[in-house]
């Protein structure tokens, strides 16, 4: 059964670092999505993208986050300066085309910031 | 306001028993989804059931059923005879159709399987 891939599983990085959180979406979805969930908390939506464009944003979703699909099947989220409260699960999710149920996650990303 | 309210941060069932997770929801949208989703402990999310606001019949998926009360605002989520593999968060989440089908998380509800 297809699947959304996401590497790492955990990444530890320095306050002011920036990190890349890779994901591989399920291969004929054409809408993609980043959330995170701070430790204990609900899930909570950045971005979605679709078109090779950002789609709609939260207000999480800073000038210090950006996504890109630099390939056809890559979907990437940089976060330019860690701070401390950047610390989260992070995970991706595609969906394969407006209308259909599910949101398909990945297993997530545990960013630590230290 | 919240879009989704889960009202119970915790709950015990025992084994084989059946339990229902609370779930309302605010939007004005007339065309929207209502989802559940597992978490375990691993940390992954897993689809569990899908309910769309049209939908006349509640959402049933093996021992997941959704009791949708559209009036009321609310979608229960029903685990018929309990298993010590069900223990995880459950999240209740909307996509409202207005927007690119984002998902709005509840609080979560932690639900503990006990032997």
């Known amino acids: 059964e297809p699947e959304v891939t996401q590497t790492p599983s955990h990444q530890v990085t320095q306050m002011g670092q920036e990190v890349i959180l890779r994901c591989v979406p399920i291969?004929?979805?054409?809408?993609f999505y980043w959330y995170r969930q701070i430790l204990g908390q609900k899930v909570e939506f950045l971005v979605s993208f679709y078109n090779n464009e950002i789609s709609e944003k939260s207000e999480i979703f800073d000038d210090q986050f950006s996504v890109e699909r630099p390939d056809g099947s890559n979907f990437t989220l940089k976060i330019r300066s860690t701070k401390l409260e950047d610390s989260a699960m992070y995970f991706c999710?595609?969906?394969?085309?407006?209308?259909?149920?599910?949101?398909?996650f990945g297993p997530g990303t545990r960013l630590t910031v230290l | 306001a919240q879009k989704i309210t889960q009202t119970q941060p915790g709950m015990f069932v025992q084994e084989k028993e059946a339990v229902t997770l609370d779930c309302t929801y605010d939007t004005s949208d007339q065309s929207y989804g209502l989802f559940w989703y597992k978490q375990p402990s691993s940390g992954e999310m897993i689809f569990l059931i899908y309910?769309?606001?049209?939908?006349?019949q509640n959402a049933t998926e093996g021992r997941y059923s959704l009791n949708f009360q559209k009036a009321r605002k609310s979608a229960n989520l029903v685990i018929s005879a309990s298993q010590l593999g069900d223990s995880a968060m459950y999240f209740c989440a909307m996509r409202e159709d207005s927007g690119y089908s984002t998902l709005t998380f509840g609080k979560g509800t932690m639900l503990l399987v006990s032997p």
């Open positions: 999710a595609s969906l394969e085309r407006e209308g259909r149920d599910e949101q398909f």
């Open positions: 309910q769309g606001s049209y939908d006349e």
């Open positions: 291969s004929n979805h054409l809408y």
